[in-house]
């Protein structure tokens, strides 16, 4: 384990997770209001291959930072399954349809507003348990971290 991991998971308190993300403790208290920060997110839409939109929802320059610092920390502790292939680094659509190669049924589905399902209770539950384990609190602020409203 590397030390940006272990000062990672030895996360105790707000001042912790402040200086684990390089920030001042103000600017982590400002993002983890209860409620986000109108500016934290730009809004926009893209255009669906079936027709419709979907609706994105960007950090700020300054929240992605904090995130990516985050994203980096968490990819070093968690290990996706084999069969994971979607929002992994180094796998893709192909990757996970070369699995399926020469089977004679394949069923491809999309859930509809599946990132909608993953409210922050979710979230704060994920940090609270194994590899993490952070108390309550801390796992509250990094939950209000990634998670938007």
Known sequence: MTKDIKLFLSIKNQDDLAAFLEIPIGTLMHYCAVYTPKH????????????????????????????????????????????????????????????????????????????ACIHIGRVIGMFKSQPFNFDYSVACLLARLVCCN
Do not use: W
């Open 40 to 115: 934290a997110y730009v809004s926009f839409e893209i255009p669906k291959k079936n027709g419709g939109v979907r609706s994105i929802l960007a950090p700020n320059e300054q929240l992605k930072l904090i995130q990516k610092r985050l994203s980096e920390a968490l990819y070093q502790i968690y290990s996706p399954k084999k069969i994971t292939h979607g929002f992994i680094k180094g796998r893709c659509i192909k990757s996970g349809a070369e699995v399926h190669m020469n089977k004679r049924c394949v069923l491809n589905i999309d859930l509809k507003d599946f990132f």
